[in-house]
């Protein structure tokens, strides 16, 4: 199982195994609800109900847990084709099932792995609803995070949005584990922390004094060779993100939504943004620098845009400078160029905004062209 420790101080959740305490991963406190809250789980929602109804199918046909093997992988490769299969043996039920939801949760790449939410079984649907549990987290983030929602007063900090939202206790499972190191768990140190056996009618401060002695010894080594891990176990997939929910609004995060691609981001009040920094997935671009490109086209000038396309088009006919093949005649002509024309911009810029009219500046504009051919 695993635990999730909350240092609100970095802003960061560490996961550890909890039977062996290794560390498995840390990550942003923030970024496994917004992973949840922004995730499309359109796509998912539709393996997760053919899963369903696959397994609901052929649970219906036998009576015993010990299915023809070659029959069932059969129907699960005509079925899902691009699932791997390895662990299904012996036709047993629980293996065959174990591994459909394995394909169906390595889907969505979650963080919090709840102790009772288990991937061998598909007995309960609703754990595995993401889509539903989504609707309801987004409806919470926007009672207690969203800067734009319009119902709470805008002084609230979102930590009194949370306490006016669940009006109730809230109860998390806190949990402590002692683990010895590697070198403990090789190393018989018995002799180290065995009392003494000493009769009661004998015990004086000198018979323990030799024992005494080592207090420093043990109390070195304990600190050098016990880890003590504490964090929190959740049951559910919910209770996890109510935790991650209340440590948040602890720290003060606000949330917005952003006005390109809709997903939420975190908003810092000092350096309001209206775009998040996400690159799209389709170009190399963030929201933040295709919302700011789109509005410099939407405001550029027609003056401008079209001394740019004549400045273009005359680069296709000649070396460019940083690659050294450019000649002098051609630089001295591209600056002439360049010089003569910015003046001739400057002036129907000018005349562009004293005009009255579109039709005047469309006419402008069309002048100005023909100037930039000569």
């Known amino acids: ?29 923030s970024q496994p609800l917004l992973d949840f809250i922004n995730f499309d789980f ?20 036998f009576d015993c847990d010990e299915i023809e093997t070659g029959r069932i992988l059969a129907n699960i490769k005509k079925f899902f084709p691009n699932l791997h299969i390895y662990d299904i043996d012996g036709g047993d039920v629980v293996w065959w099932k174990a591994e459909l939801i394995f394909h169906l949760t390595s889907q969505y790449n979650r963080f919090f792995a709840p102790c009772d939410y288990s991937e061998y079984t598909i007995q309960d649907n609703n754990d595995f609803d993401y889509l539903s549990l989504q609707k309801e987290i987004i409806s919470i983030v926007e009672k207690i995070f969203d800067i734009d929602y319009g119902d709470f007063i805008t002084g609230f900090t979102p930590l009194c ?29 018995y002799e180290l922390f065995a009392i003494p056996f000493i009769d009661p009618e004998e015990k004086n401060e000198t018979s323990m004094a030799e024992y005494n ?16 891990l504490n964090g929190y176990e ?23 939504r952003c006005e390109y691609c809709g997903k939420y981001f975190i908003f810092n009040p000092n350096k309001p943004a209206r775009y998040c920094n996400t690159k799209l ?40 400078k940083k690659s050294g093949l450019r000649t002098p005649e051609q630089s001295l002509e591209y600056e002439r160029w360049k010089t003569k024309n910015s003046k001739i911009k400057k002036e129907y810029q000018q005349k562009y905004d004293n005009a009255k009219t579109p039709a005047q500046r469309e006419k402008i504009v069309e002048e100005f062209k023909s100037k930039l051919g000569s």
């Open 161 to 189: 949005r949370m306490n006016h939202y669940y009006n109730r206790p809230l109860h998390f499972n806190e949990k402590a584990v002692i683990l010895p190191s590697e070198k403990e768990k090789f190393t018989n140190r």
């Open 234 to 256: 959740f049951m559910t997939l919910r209770e996890a993100f109510d935790c991650e929910i209340f440590k948040m609004a602890q720290t003060g995060i606000y949330l917005k």
């Open 42 to 61: 359109s796509q998912y929602d539709l393996l997760r109900n053919e899963i369903l109804l696959f397994i609901q199918k052929f649970e219906r046909r």
């Open 213 to 228: 002695l080592k207090e420093p010894q043990r109390q070195k080594y304990t600190k050098n060779n016990l880890n003590v």
């Open 281 to 320: 997935s389709n170009i190399n671009m963030t929201c933040q620098q295709v919302a700011s490109q789109e509005k410099y086209n939407k405001n550029i000038s027609p003056i401008q845009k079209a001394y740019t396309n004549a400045l273009k088009s005359r680069n296709k006919f000649i070396p460019s």
């Open 1 to 29: 199982m695993f635990i999730y420790n909350f240092d609100t101080a970095n802003k960061k959740i560490t996961e550890y195994d909890d039977e062996n305490g290794s560390y498995s991963q840390s990550i942003e406190l």
